[in-house]
């Protein structure tokens, strides 16, 4: 049977943590638009509103549970000037973030609803974090010069 108290917490968790990576995401979608990397800044435009959307959701599956939702104290994160430092950054943000939200996930499964939610989340973010991957093999494999170019 599902803990709905650690689902709950979980949740918070996901809300507070999520909050600050689309407010991430929409910093450096601005950095990347003042260096003309339009389609970054673009991706992580849409990246951030998509994240706001997965909060939106989590807060709501925490007051259907009866849960007291937090706008929760957020730790300051970096804003990468350097395009190859935020890909490494952002992915393993996706790597460190998909290994808790397994357990998570795991531990909703009896919660039908809290478990939809959660399993599309993840397989949103390995999404994003595949995406991270496919880019350092392609800088690997066309240089970093022809990788930025693709970016404009």
């Known amino acids: 049977m599902a803990d709905t108290k650690k689902i709950l917490e979980g949740l918070q968790i996901i809300v507070t ?34 994240e706001r959307g997965w909060v939106t959701k989590c807060v ?18 970096p804003v990468c000037t350097d395009v190859l430092d935020w890909i490494k ?6 790597k460190d973030g998909l290994a808790w939200l397994k ?5 909703a499964r009896d919660d039908y609803t809290t478990y939809d939610i959660l399993k599309a989340y993840y397989q949103d973010e390995e999404e994003d974090m595949y995406w991270a991957e496919q880019q350092l093999e392609l800088i690997e494999k066309i240089g970093m010069q022809n990788w930025l170019k693709t970016l404009l």
């Open 89 to 94: 950054y952002d992915l393993q943000v996706s």
């Open 17 to 50: 943590d999520l909050a600050q990576q689309a407010d991430s995401h929409e910093i450096q979608s601005r950095v990347f638009a003042a260096q003309s990397f339009s389609k970054l800044e673009e991706k992580y435009a849409e990246h951030a509103a998509e």
């Open 60 to 77: 709501d599956r925490m007051i259907d549970l009866g849960g007291d939702v937090k706008c929760g104290a957020k730790k300051e994160t």
């Open 103 to 107: 357990g998570l996930t795991e531990e």
